[in-house]
């Protein structure tokens, strides 16, 4: 894409606002605030407050100042940020950028085992924090702010601009193939995110939306380039503290939301909603975990709204983007890699595949700093077609190997969807008592069914080969927890 293209998606005037803003705060997300303030349409509201982009950078810079003057954050300050989505999380997020701390993103659900040893192995200066968990963080010998902590944050302090300040990075803990929590570090780059970005913007349809309800957490990296993305354009911001179907219902409804970033899980929740009549919703994005074939069918049967589909790791953000188009030609298509984004399919060996599923690794300006040779290994399983488009086909080490077969528990899976029975399904691996490698399924159940095992083994198996009949069958009352909203 050319210079001119490029203008003519950002705006001149976005353009040479972000410039002057970057010029007043260095690279840090107060720069972000500053280049929206202007923005008399856009606003930011939770369950409990609702601010314009001037009022919310004007209390920021406030933050910053309260939180540089009492706690001495600056550059180089590592802080940990443990909150659910709120305008206190937001405005704790641009404030400490602003100081040019390292910000550390931390799940608020997480035991109390977990947060001992992450705060025995960091030095932190400060812990900002809801506060119905404050009480949790006082005992570790840490500074802790309070989103409540009694404070001027009405943008009239008297003070002047924050100086600009060195951006730090913003750290963000994924979960890890095996659940061990891994460090991901973000440090902003005008120049690394520009060719994304307009990508993104231009496939994602954003300049025809106008507001967003964020479901995902602010915690999570799909979360966090939400709100990002969403700022950057100016757009009116729903977050809410926890997801709820019939509240998601409500807020979409009354406030006319017309763009709605969610997980696959929650997609289902809303469209099956007996109430969920969502006639302004005109985009949904999906990201953060697999999105099921069932899920795609049956929302393409009942809403003229357009679905994207988002795949990418905690690593390197956003890698590919299916189209609501792309999921019409191929609905299990994760589609292709956005602009920037370098992918490379390999064997165990590291050699590439020529044709078929291999191990996907992949290279950007702006993945985190665990990095191998520029390439990062995402540990999950794709192919690509002749077309250009890429498949998920499951983590590496999901792969079951049967009777000698390769076989990936999301092509079963979405082969188990298609019977009108199921509501949810999970293929996965079991040794039985003679130590052989079976498959057993985790199914739940559409309401009012009378499920006959027996019937349903004789059903797949007219659909798959004998290798991938499952040996095994366990019925759960209702779907495990999206691993995102762990």
């Known amino acids: 894409m050319g210079i001119v293209s490029k203008i003519q998606v950002l705006g001149v005037g976005q353009i040479l606002r972000t410039i002057a803003s970057v010029y007043r705060h260095g690279f840090t997300l107060l720069a972000l605030l500053d280049s929206v303030k202007h923005k008399k349409e856009g606003a930011c509201k939770d369950d409990d407050e609702e601010v314009s982009y001037n009022e919310l ?51 608020p659900n997480q035991k109390k085992d977990y947060f001992d040893n992450f705060m025995a192995s960091h030095k932190f200066g400060l812990i900002i924090c809801d506060t119905a968990i404050a009480g949790e963080f006082r005992s570790y010998g840490i500074a802790v702010f309070c989103h409540d902590e009694t404070t001027d944050i009405s943008g ?61 957490p602010i915690f999570h990296g799909y979360g966090l380039a939400a709100l990002f993305l969403s700022v950057f354009m100016g757009k009116k911001i729903r977050l809410t503290k926890k997801f709820d179907t019939e509240k998601a219902c409500k807020i979409i409804k009354e406030e006319k939301t017309d ?33 099921p074939l069932n899920i795609i069918e049956a929302f393409h049967n009942t809403t003229s709204s357009k679905l994207y589909n988002l795949y990418g790791t905690s690593e390197t953000g956003v890698c590919t983007i299916a189209t609501d188009n792309d999921l019409k030609k191929y609905p299990d298509t994760i589609g292709k890699a956005i602009t920037g984004i370098k992918m490379k399919i390999l064997e165990i060996d590291g050699s590439p595949v020529k044709n078929g599923t291999g191990r996907l690794s992949v290279k950007c300006a702006w993945s985190s700093d665990n990095r191998d040779n520029g390439y990062v290994p995402t540990g999950d399983l794709v192919y690509k077609n002749e077309d250009g488009y890429y498949f998920y086909k499951g983590r590496h080490d999901d792969m079951m190997v049967i009777g000698g077969e390769n076989v990936y528990p999301i092509e079963l899976e979405n082969i188990i969807y298609k019977n009108t029975e199921i509501k949810w399904a999970k293929a996965k691996s079991a040794i039985d008592e003679n130590g052989i490698n079976k498959i057993q399924v985790d199914l739940v159940l559409n309401r009012g069914v009378v499920f006959c095992e027996k019937q349903f083994i004789g059903w797949i198996s007219n659909k798959v080969p004998s290798y991938m009949i499952p040996k095994s069958v366990t019925l759960l009352d209702e779907e495990p927890t999206a691993k995102l909203m762990q």
């Open 57 to 107: 950078y004007r209390q920021s810079l406030a933050m910053a100042y309260h939180l540089n003057k009492k706690y001495n954050i600056g550059t180089d300050s590592k802080v940990a940020i443990v909150s659910v989505n709120s305008l206190s999380f937001v405005r704790s997020l641009f404030a400490a950028s602003g100081l040019g701390a390292d910000i550390f993103l931390l799940n």
């Open 259 to 291: 763009c709605w970033i969610a997980v696959p899980i929650m997609i289902k929740k809303v469209y099956t909603s007996a109430d969920a009549s969502l006639q302004s919703l005109t985009t949904i994005i999906s990201g953060g975990d697999v999105l």
């Open 156 to 216: 009239r302090s008297g003070f002047g601009c924050i100086a600009k300040r060195k951006g730090g990075n913003i750290v963000i803990l994924s979960s890890g193939s095996k659940g061990i929590p891994k460090l991901e570090r973000r440090k902003a780059s005008a120049i690394n995110y520009l060719d994304p970005l307009i990508d993104i913007i231009e496939k994602l349809h954003l300049k025809e939306t106008r507001s967003v309800l964020i479901s995902v």
